[in-house]
């Protein structure tokens, strides 16, 4: 079959973490080729009419898509899948509605808790989860609604405001890092954990349940995976956050709890394809969910690849299975 591998249009004085689509085209373009696929790439344009132009003289059977950002912006993610759903042309991974309602980190927060899952309670600028006196004190960590890999999050995002007022002050003085919104989440001090989710002709699979560690964080730095720790190569977090897949038969019962969340958050969504659902674990046990990541990136290095490896799937088998869900719920 023919492919296009649509992705995000990308600036020469681009972050870190937009260049990194460019090493998932080069990944997923050499895999395709593998499995026999004729594949081209190019970048979406906010100039919907011309790429739509440009898809359907292509002539592609499917895409595959690449794009997390739209000019740059996040909450512009789900412009991609309607306008491919406008053409008629099957797309990898999650659909228009399951895009916009995982990657607007409020909306999914609102269903999770509606549907009774577990997520820290949060205040946004314009509204708020927390009920009964301010916990004055307690900690919060202030993040972008829509923009993920860890944009505008470091140390100083935790924040331990006197009053809601104040906490809505925090979030207001950090939104241009934030690219334009964000919110604040109670902190959950405790153990982080990421479960990737990989479709298929057969349904969605939980792959092997990663856990990052904070390696060397003393009683005086906080435990987030910030952006330094996922881009800044130069970093101590970069080096000091690995992630293991190995457990004793004591966290058994918590890591079928996860797994059994992971793929009822599949579900809620309607995901399809690949995603990875991030959690933290109290210091009692009880696991909270952070984001649900549909699409979430596949550079060879990146976390959602390790988990296929560590389920002996070869990269070429993933993007193999990605493409079978697609066409499995066509």
Not at 118 to 140: E, I, V
Request: hydrophobic share 40%; net charge neutral.
């Amino acid at each position: 079959m023919k492919a296009v591998i649509l992705h995000s249009g990308i600036e020469s004085c681009a972050s870190a973490d937009e260049q990194d689509v460019l090493v998932q085209v080069q990944a997923v373009t050499a895999a395709l080729r593998a499995l026999g696929h004729e594949a081209l790439a190019f970048p979406f344009s906010l100039d919907l009419a011309a790429t739509g132009d440009r898809l359907r003289r292509s002539g592609c059977d499917f895409v595959f898509n690449l794009v997390e950002t739209c000019g740059g912006q996040g909450r512009l993610i789900h412009l991609a899948p309607a306008l491919l759903d406008a053409l008629g042309i099957p797309y990898t991974g999650a659909g228009t509605e399951a895009t916009f309602l995982s990657s607007n980190k409020l909306a999914a927060k609102r269903i999770l808790r509606v549907n009774r899952l577990r997520t820290p309670a949060w205040a946004s600028l314009t509204d708020s989860s927390l009920r009964g006196p301010f916990p004055a004190g307690a900690r919060f960590i202030v993040k972008s609604v829509w923009e993920h890999a860890s944009v505008g999050l470091e140390e100083g995002s935790v924040v331990s405001p006197r009053s809601l007022e104040g906490l809505r002050d925090e979030i207001r003085g950090r939104l241009g890092a934030l690219g334009g919104s964000g919110y604040a989440e109670r902190y959950v001090d405790g153990r982080e954990f990421n479960l990737s989710v990989l479709g298929g002709s057969r349904g969605p699979e939980v792959l092997p349940p990663a856990e990052i560690e904070f390696v060397g964080y003393g009683g005086d730095r906080l435990r987030i995976v910030g952006y330094r720790a996922k881009w800044d190569e130069t970093a101590y977090e970069y080096h000091h956050t690995p992630r293991r897949f190995d457990f004793g038969p004591q966290d058994r019962a918590l890591l079928r709890r996860l797994k059994r969340t992971a793929l009822r958050c599949w579900d809620l969504f309607g995901l399809r394809g690949y995603a990875r659902v991030d959690y933290r674990v109290d210091r009692d046990g009880t696991p909270w969910i952070l984001e649900i990541n549909s699409n979430p990136c596949l550079s060879p290095d990146s976390g959602f690849t390790a988990a296929t490896l560590q389920a002996g799937l070869r990269y070429e088998e993933v993007i193999g299975r990605i493409i079978e869900d697609t066409f499995r719920t066509c």
